[in-house]
């Protein structure tokens, strides 16, 4: 007589020993999907891509993050952010000393209509990103630059282990 297992032995796939189940007996056998052919062009016909839906476009009042690279020297770290098609007075970069914020917008030139395109993925809008450091920075001594759409940010490490002498003036 071939005892159910409980719901337990199920899920663990622990049976007992006197019980000689074997748990590959219950599986349903799996639901094959139809295998979607794409539909062949017609000789001679131009194949033009389907307009882009709505949802795919994104808002105004939304908010895109940067894409950003950070990495070490021995003295620095450095971030880079591709901000191609914004202007250096469109950017806001915001310094503390664990911290670095990236802010700006890309507005587009042109104005075309959502059905006119084929393919839509350049990000339009504002833009944002904060970037947590991992180590303290010098604020004071921090510079930026852009060049040829990517935007470099050189932040000088400050050194922990630097000492200076105070002398002690009697007065």
């Known amino acids: 007589m071939n005892k159910k297992p409980s719901f337990f032995e199920r899920l663990s796939g622990s049976t007992s020993a006197r019980d000689s189940f074997d748990a590959f007996d219950e599986e349903l056998p799996l639901a094959t999907q139809p295998v979607r052919e794409k539909p062949k ?11 882009l839906d709505d949802d795919f476009i994104i808002n105004k009042g939304d908010e895109g993050q940067l ?27 915001s310094i503390s000393r664990d911290m670095v914020e990236i802010e700006g917008s890309r507005m587009e030139r042109e104005q075309v209509a959502g059905p006119d395109y084929f393919t839509r993925e350049l990000f339009w809008g504002s833009f944002s990103r904060t970037i947590m450091l991992p180590q303290e920075v010098d604020v004071e001594a921090s510079s930026a630059n852009a060049k040829d759409g990517l935007l ?7 050194d922990k282990a630097r000492q200076t002498k105070l002398r002690v003036k009697a007065g």
């Open 152 to 158: 470099t940010i050189i932040l000088p490490k400050l």
């Open 41 to 51: 062009p017609l000789s001679g016909a131009t194949v033009r891509p389907a307009p």
């Open 67 to 93: 894409p950003v690279d950070v990495h070490q020297t021995a003295g620095d770290i450095i971030i880079r952010a591709f901000v191609a098609g914004v202007r250096p007075d469109e950017l806001s970069i």
